[in-house]
């Protein structure tokens, strides 16, 4: 499995980034991409997930209403829109993967990892 960021930059507090996750090296379907981040010297933290197969979506209470997650099955791409975006959402970002039916923020859950994409958001 690998999984490839893409995205990431530098944006004003307020501004907007689209972040990417390409997905390949697999065949299975029944799984969910999650997106994390870890700020210095913080835990890692779950921002959203979504169900490869039905498409459902979960998200931390902390992004809600301004992160969207995505994906383009075609491509197995997944995608996280950011929006409205604040200081504090600073951090590496992260997708990954966990082979399940139940969705989860729990990062020690994901067993594929990405390397993870710079997000800085000044004010």
């Known amino acids: 499995v690998q999984l490839v960021e893409s995205g990431g930059g530098l944006v004003q507090a307020g501004g907007s980034l689209r972040l990417s996750c390409a997905a390949s090296?697999?065949?299975?379907?029944?799984?969910?991409i999650g997106w994390f981040r870890q700020a210095p010297g913080k835990e890692r933290e779950g921002v959203s997930c979504?169900?490869?197969?039905?498409?459902?979506?979960h998200y931390a209470h902390s992004v809600e209403g301004r992160f969207t997650i995505s994906s383009d099955n075609s491509e197995n791409t997944f995608f996280l829109q950011m929006v409205s975006l604040k200081p504090e959402d600073t951090a590496v970002y992260y997708c990954?993967?966990?082979?399940?039916?139940?969705?989860?923020?729990?990062?020690?859950?994901?067993?594929?990892w990405g390397q993870g994409t710079q997000v800085t958001v000044s004010s």
């Open positions: 090296g697999f065949t299975f379907d029944d799984y969910y």
């Open positions: 990954a993967l966990v082979r399940s039916s139940y969705p989860t923020l729990w990062y020690p859950s994901y067993d594929y």
């Open positions: 979504i169900n490869r197969r039905t498409g459902a979506t």
